[in-house]
């Protein structure tokens, strides 16, 4: 299982290495370029799945979000 990713911030382009949570699905993000609130897009489950090079840990497990 992979435990970082790599966000790009839609707004500004600002790129972050985070460390994801293991066992929950993050809603929100600050950007650290531009200050931007993230969230996750229409489907997804967390901004990691949105604008992360690499899904959450729940989804790599398959048990995300009550799956």
């Known amino acids: 299982m992979q435990l970082t990713s ?3 911030c839609p707004s500004c ?8 949570p293991t066992d929950a699905c993050q809603f929100f993000y ?3 370029g ?3 609130r ?3 897009k ?12 690499v899904l ?6 398959g048990n995300c979000c009550g799956n």
């Open 56 to 61: 959450c840990p729940p989804r790599q497990a």
């Open 30 to 32: 600050d950007c650290k």
């Open 42 to 53: 229409a489907g997804d489950c967390c901004v990691f799945c949105s604008y992360g090079t």
């Open 13 to 20: 382009g600002h790129v972050s290495i985070e460390t994801m």
């Open 6 to 8: 790599q966000l790009t």
């Open 38 to 40: 993230l969230k996750p």
């Open 34 to 36: 531009c200050g931007t």
